[in-house]
């Protein structure tokens, strides 16, 4: 009688402690893999080549005269210097038949993505480091793999909204809803 | 071990407890609230650099010098063009929508074939252009087989247009109407040459003879900004504007002093105006004064009163105002831009000449024709009318094998335009090169989509109304269209190239620049938002005594009342239709709901015996348009007052079906000793239901 009640016992908690642990391991090692799917960039650009050819960040990232931030270049600037291909990476001789001689403009994936509804100036953001907030990709080969969000649509990357309100926080800056939502 | 059902309870109960120190729930939980947001129908706003590019915006009447905000390049908003002298900054209200009108669900979005009643099919570029080509083929070189119709007035699409006609051997080319068509016959009869242009400007007093001078007649925005001028902040007006119309409309409402003066009275106003001038002592040293001054004795007090329903009184103010002023101008012109007949402009005009103002500054000026970019092309004075052609085709006497359509809305926008639009149907081939799905496009067998005005290539050659030599020209904004279309001139000129006529160019962007280049100007100062002006010709006018003498005598009709159209820009136009967002400024006293709204005043009322918000019924030859009455003291005895712009039976969903349409019940007449086709005092029977 008292055997069997241990015994009750035991097998009690293990079932509990398996569904326990197998949720856990789950949460975190297969979920992340599920929710995201992976995708690639439609050209493999190297950051690091340009880098090496004595290019800044801000000679293709740059501010506009209005003060906008012109984010990722547009044809108009890559065609300065590869209007034909003048390598011999592949990836180049992708850009310029598939984009460059179109005129269609390349559909970067944009790690950092932001809605519509948020109106982030980088130019009040200027006395940060780029790394603050983006991936340092100035030694970046290969762009890293571009994780989107099978739910929301949004890449992993995409800053959320408590991180800006956090930083805000620390620097003294308001968080009231109109700074970042007009 | 077994696992037990106990078991199983305890393995799903660790697995949600699990869960709980994992990001599952908590990450999808913040994922599912973003997806939540994720609306399809949520407009994505375009990234990209914002710019500002100089267009030429055609989509009113005058054409409105713009410039075109762009995000990424794609078009957003619309501002004036400040550089621009003519329109100073300013933007009409139907240009101000022209980047929303460019992503509208009415564009043609692709060439179409009809296929059976109201049925069309998409077709390739070149499959439709082969088409036109071989409707074409037979009908060439036989006179009146071939027609065109042109909505455009000062586009060189026109030379174009009448040169080809003209070289495939057939006169049939015709314009929809227009002031300037009447105004450039009117100057004919008082012995002169050319465009008339009247200089707000210069002016220190403004007399409107129905000219909606600051909202639908003439260079809209350039006139406001001449209005405007004068009306300094915190000091005295330095002009005065006096509107003599049927309706307390836009410019009457801001002007110094309306007069409420019926559509079918205009001429006896003009004469008895004249003869109380010259009572006052106004002389001129025209030939024909002598004969005027008889003519005009005849328009005395008693005269004006009845014709008008305004006391005498009025007359005499009015004329001791514009003695005591220095600039005095009058602009005459129908109150809804159209219809009016060459006389109502003379005798309007003739005051001009009777005050020694034609040629002077703030006075009424002429325009020498401009240079031709095409030799073989019509000139624009000698196009012929469409709504007479179309009574032709209705007749039987016209009898054309394939019409080209434009740029131009006839089905719609031509007087009496059930019979129009019936008419249509006696022709075999009819081709609409059209921005928009309208009325005429529904009767089309092949509808071309031509681009947005920041789409193409298009010039302005001297808008009605101004003082001057005035040449306008754009270029594209875009990159490439919204849309699967093409330059209807540039398809014109491949198609003349095929049926064996060369033309002289390849594309309408090079008839353009040689246009400039005839006309002395810079193609490239003018697409990037310049303007090129010349100077007013010289010559001196008659004051047309011997046609007026030919004016008829407004018939009174105990029955029928008149028809005041009335035509509000940011409506739109009879070749665009409201612009959805210029709804939102649509009264209820205008449309309610779907039913558009007849205004009289309480005489009127009472004489048809009707009150405010009766429903009634307004016929006018074949023609019929139900409506609300809503009484109101704005508009001229014996007249009803009605807008022109709805009752839309194509364009998109918030556009169609919206009240009425005014031009059924336009009926038109001859003009006694001109023979033009008017239908500006057009009159109708209203009948309660």
């Known amino acids: 009688m008292e055997e069997k009640k241990q015994c009750k016992g035991c097998g009690g908690a293990l079932p509990f402690v398996i569904g326990f642990v197998a949720a856990v391991i789950a949460g975190w090692v297969l979920f992340p893999d599920l929710i995201y799917s992976k995708k690639t960039q439609p050209v493999r650009f190297s950051h690091k080549i340009h880098q090496e050819q004595g290019m800044e960040c801000s000679s293709c990232h740059t501010f506009r005269d209005d003060g906008s931030y012109a984010g990722i270049p547009t044809n108009e600037k890559c065609m300065e210097c590869h209007a034909d291909v003048v390598g011999s990476d592949p990836a180049e001789q992708v850009y310029v038949e598939k984009y460059a001689k179109t005129g269609k403009e390349v559909p970067w994936l944009i790690y950092q993505y932001q809605p519509d509804n948020v109106i982030f100036s980088h130019k009040a953001h200027e006395s940060l480091e780029c790394t603050s907030c983006h991936p340092d990709m100035g030694k970046n080969d290969t762009p890293p793999v571009y994780y989107e969000n099978r739910l929301s649509g949004y890449s992993k990357q995409t800053m959320k909204m408590w991180k800006c309100e956090r930083c805000h926080a620390e620097n003294g800056v308001s968080n009231a809803c109109h700074v970042c939502h007009k | ?689």
Not at chain 2, 133 to 150: M, R
Not at chain 2, 275 to 280: E, K, M, S
Not at chain 2, 467 to 487: E, F, N, Q
């Open chain 2, 1 to 689: 071990m077994g696992l037990d059902r106990r078991g199983f309870v305890k393995l799903v109960v660790g697995g949600v407890a699990g869960t709980l120190f994992t990001p599952v729930i908590w990450q999808g939980l913040d994922d599912a609230s973003i997806w939540s947001q994720n609306w399809g129908w949520i407009p994505r706003v375009p990234k990209g650099e914002v710019k500002a590019a100089s267009a030429l915006s055609k989509l009113c009447p005058a054409g409105c010098a713009v410039k075109v905000k762009t995000v990424g390049g794609q078009p957003f908003a619309v501002t004036g063009n400040t550089e621009n002298p003519m329109s100073k900054g300013g933007v009409c209200p139907v240009c101000a929508g022209g980047a929303q009108l460019m992503y509208s669900p009415a564009r043609v979005k692709s060439p179409m074939k009809k296929v059976g009643e109201g049925k069309y099919e998409a077709i390739k570029w070149e499959d439709a252009e082969a088409m036109l080509v071989e409707k074409l083929t037979p009908l060439k070189g036989q006179d009146g087989k071939i027609a065109a119709i042109s909505g455009d007035e000062t586009g060189t699409a026109n030379e174009v247009l009448s040169a080809m006609l003209a070289g495939l051997g057939s006169t049939g080319y015709y314009v929809m109407p227009g002031e300037m068509f009447t105004a450039s016959k009117g100057v004919k009869l008082m012995g002169g040459n050319g465009q008339p242009g009247f200089d707000i400007e210069g002016a220190d007093l403004v007399l409107m003879i129905g000219a909606d001078a600051l909202d639908s007649w003439g260079a809209t925005v350039a006139n406001q900004k001449a209005f405007a001028a004068t009306r300094p902040t915190g000091a005295e007006a330095t002009a005065q504007f006096v509107y003599a119309g049927p309706v307390l409309n836009s410019t009457a409402s801001v002007c110094d002093k309306f007069l409420a003066v019926p559509p079918t009275a205009t001429t006896a106003f003009s004469l008895a105006l004249a003869n109380a001038l010259i009572t006052a002592g106004a002389v001129s040293s025209a030939s024909d004064f002598g004969d005027y001054k008889a003519l005009a004795a005849k328009y005395t007090a008693e005269v004006f009163e009845k014709a008008t329903g305004l006391k005498a009184e009025v007359l005499k103010d009015l004329a001791a105002k514009i003695k005591a002023a220095k600039a005095p101008l009058v602009i005459a012109g129908a109150s809804f831009g159209q219809g009016a007949g060459a006389l109502d402009f003379v005798a309007g005009a003739s005051l001009n000449v009777l005050l020694g103002r034609v040629g002077q500054k703030g006075g009424m000026t002429l325009l020498p024709a401009a240079p031709k970019a095409i030799a073989s092309a019509t000139d624009r004075e000698n196009a012929k009318d469409a709504a007479s052609f179309l009574a032709s085709v209705a007749t039987g006497k016209a009898t054309p094998g394939a019409l080209l359509i434009y740029e131009a809305n006839p089905a719609y926008a031509l007087p009496q335009a059930g019979d129009m639009a019936k008419a249509m149907g006696n022709i075999g081939f009819k081709v609409s090169f059209s921005t928009y799905m309208d009325e005429t496009a529904a009767l089309a067998d092949l509808i071309l989509p031509a681009p947005h005005p920041y789409e193409r290539f298009d010039d302005a050659m001297n808008p009605y109304g101004v003082s001057k030599p005035t040449y306008l020209a754009g270029k594209p904004v875009v990159a490439k269209p919204v849309m699967d279309c093409k330059d209807p001139v540039d398809v014109l000129l491949a198609a003349a190239g095929k049926l064996g006529l060369s033309l002289g160019f390849d594309t309408y962007a090079d008839v353009i620049k040689a246009k400039a280049k005839a006309v002395g100007a810079d193609f490239d100062a003018l697409a990037n938002g310049g303007i090129w002006n010349g100077e007013p010709k010289g010559g001196s006018l008659s004051l047309g005594a011997a046609a007026l003498a030919k004016a008829p005598a407004a018939k009174a009709d105990d029955k029928a009342v008149a028809l005041a159209p009335v035509s509000k820009l940011a409506y739109g136009t009879g070749s665009l239709a409201t612009p959805p967002a210029n709804l939102l400024v649509v009264r209820d006293t205008e449309l309610l709901g779907k039913d558009l709204l007849v205004q009289m005043n309480a005489a009127t009322a009472k004489k048809l015996g009707v009150a405010s918000g009766n429903k009634v019924k307004l016929s006018a030859g074949t023609g019929e348009v139900k409506a609300l009455v809503h009484v109101n003291e704005g508009v001229a005895a014996d007249t009803v007052a009605m807008l022109l712009g709805f009752g839309r039976s194509a364009w998109d969903e918030f556009t169609k079906g919206k009240g009425d349409n005014v031009y059924k019940i336009l009926t038109v007449s001859d003009e006694a000793g001109t023979g033009l086709k008017v239908w500006a005092g057009s009159t109708v029977t209203v009948a309660k239901i």
